[in-house]
């Protein structure tokens, strides 16, 4: 089978009068916007048969990269040319402003801020009409309210579906990092709440403060860190041996109640003598290279010793 060959397009042939009028083209200009803004000459374009465009530098300070475009033409056998509009271009170094885009489009997601409204198309596909009053009794209208019907628009099956895709595709989803990186899914978490309606069987509200997805629309296999079944078994630390002080101790001897306290207060400030006092005072024995016998002996030598001394 012999191939068809597409037949390639046939260019306008470049009309000689039309492209030499180069200074009926710039007197066009002149005329449109005055000598001072009309610069040096830039070249054509054959638009078409016997339609040429020629171009000039715009020298006006606010339109730089602009140039003025004056478009000519000829009727067939005709010697001399037509213009056929005066325009000025941006070229591509030319500061232009952005494409007009209508608000409704230029509005994203989080610009709506306190004291905004943002108005819904009638035509909204994400919305269908509600229930509509036909005189039902109270008892139907108050199923009607539970079920959450009684609004003049409700959700359409295409605003479900486009809700799902989102939810699902988004940062609450099972596709995220958080939720691939732990086992646990939401689907078995005493925290996740299941939503009322048909998007009940795939989605589900976090109540723990804890998560991440806490008080969003979570999917049913997402699954984080703070799921319930995140438990873990923490064994009390060991408590060290209490540690005693072997190098030395004080004895402290301590009344058996107020009574004796009292006692030994009144005993300690009546006047005793010297007697009393040598029978009281507590002897301390050294210990040292000598038997005992010897150590009782220097003891009883030093208690005769003060005697002497105070008579």
Known sequence: MTPVKTPEPVRAKADAVCVAAIDAAREAAIDEAGAAQIGEYLGHLVEGERLVTHYFASTHPGYRGWRWAVTLTRASRAKTVTVNEVVMLPGGEAIVAP???PWSE???PGDLRPGDLFPTPADDPRLEPGFNDT????????IVEELGLGRERVLSLFGRD????????????PSSAIAQAVPY???????????????GRSFG????????????????????????DAVIDITEPPVADHAFDTTGYDTLELAADADAVQAEVEATDEPQSDADLTATEPVVVAESDAGPADA??????????????ES
């Open 162 to 173: 486009e809700a799902a895709d989102r939810w699902y595709a988004g940062e609450f989803g």
């Open 106 to 108: 230029r509005v994203q």
């Open 296 to 309: 009782v002996a220097d003891v009883s030598e030093s208690a005769a010793g003060a005697e002497s001394a």
């Open 205 to 228: 509200a976090c109540a723990n403060e804890m998560a991440p997805g806490e008080g969003r629309v979570v999917a049913s296999d997402y699954g984080c860190g703070a799921h319930s």
């Open 99 to 101: 494409e007009w885009v």
């Open 185 to 199: 899914k939401c689907v078995g978490c005493g925290y996740w709440i299941r939503l009322g309606d048909s998007l």
């Open 135 to 142: 005189g039902a009794d109270d008892e139907t209208l108050e």
